[in-house]
T-cell receptor, first 111, second 113 residues
Framework: GEDVEQSLFLSVREGDSSVINCTYT??????LYWYKQEPGAGLQLLTY?????DMKQDQRLTVLLNKKDKHLSLRIADTQTGDSAIYFC???????????FGKGTRLSVIA | SAVISQKPSRDICQRGTSLTIQCQVD?????MFWYRQQPGQSLTLIAT?????????ESGFVIDKFPISRPNLTFSTLTVSNMSPEDSSIYLC??????????FGPGTRLTVT
């Protein structure tokens, strides 16, 4: 079945880069997503990548996709205290299909 | 993108009662999804709701416990019936926009005592 794995915790110093990793099993996934959840809040769509791409950059965010190894990463440059949150990786097919989520990585940014 | 609102934002309910959660979207969407996020956990899909047809439930979720309505293309409700403390969770609705962008509502935080 489908499975998405993430490490549970990451701690970085303010100003450093953060790299959150994710592996998935469904090779037919068309899109891969990163969501951010701040304490007490819902899920915010941060970015996503189409499966035929290997990189996508959006301001401080860089997504890398290794389709052969089914590995996805999210790099946050110049990490700020406001980036402290839980980051969820998710995979999905095309069109109106629900997503399969990882357990989330809790990012703590130390000032 | 899509702007999604949910009501109530949170509630504390007694065991054995029912709560209906509303989800409103600012644009017409074909499908809505209802997810549950138990404390400290990831999201689990409860059901997929199409307008004009019965919802499709995932394994472990049944219509009698989680009835869903989808009366039009911008609105859906999820009822949590005969609640027990194990139903304490965040319940989130989501929609797909533009074919692949999935947006979530702010969630309804339910505590069952």
């Amino acid at each position: 079945g489908e499975d998405v794995e993430q490490s549970l915790f990451l701690s970085v110093r303010e100003g450093d880069s953060s790299v959150i990793n994710c592996t998935y099993t469904d090779s037919s996934s068309t899109y891969l997503y990163w969501y951010k959840q701040e304490p007490g809040a819902g899920l915010q769509l941060l970015t996503y990548i189409f499966s035929n791409m290997d990189m996508k950059q959006d301001q401080r965010l860089t997504v890398l996709l290794n389709k052969k190894d089914k590995h996805l990463s999210l790099r946050i440059a110049d990490t700020q205290t406001g980036d402290s949150a839980i980051y969820f990786c998710a995979e999905g097919g095309s069109g109106n299909t629900p997503l399969v989520f990882g357990k989330g990585t809790r990012l703590s940014v130390i000032a | 993108s899509a702007v999604i609102s949910q009501k109530p934002s949170r509630d504390i309910c007694q065991r054995g009662t029912s709560l209906t959660i509303q989800c409103q979207v600012d644009s017409q969407v074909t499908m809505m999804f209802w997810y549950r996020q138990q404390p400290g956990q990831s999201l689990t899909l409860i059901a997929t709701a199409n307008q004009g047809s019965e919802a499709t439930y995932e394994s472990g979720f049944v219509i009698d416990k989680f009835p869903i309505s989808r009366p039009n293309l911008t609105f859906s409700t999820l009822t949590v019936s005969n609640m027990s403390p194990e139903d304490s969770s965040i319940y989130l609705c989501s929609v797909v926009v533009g074919g692949h962008e999935q947006y979530f509502g702010p969630g309804t935080r339910l505590t069952v005592t």
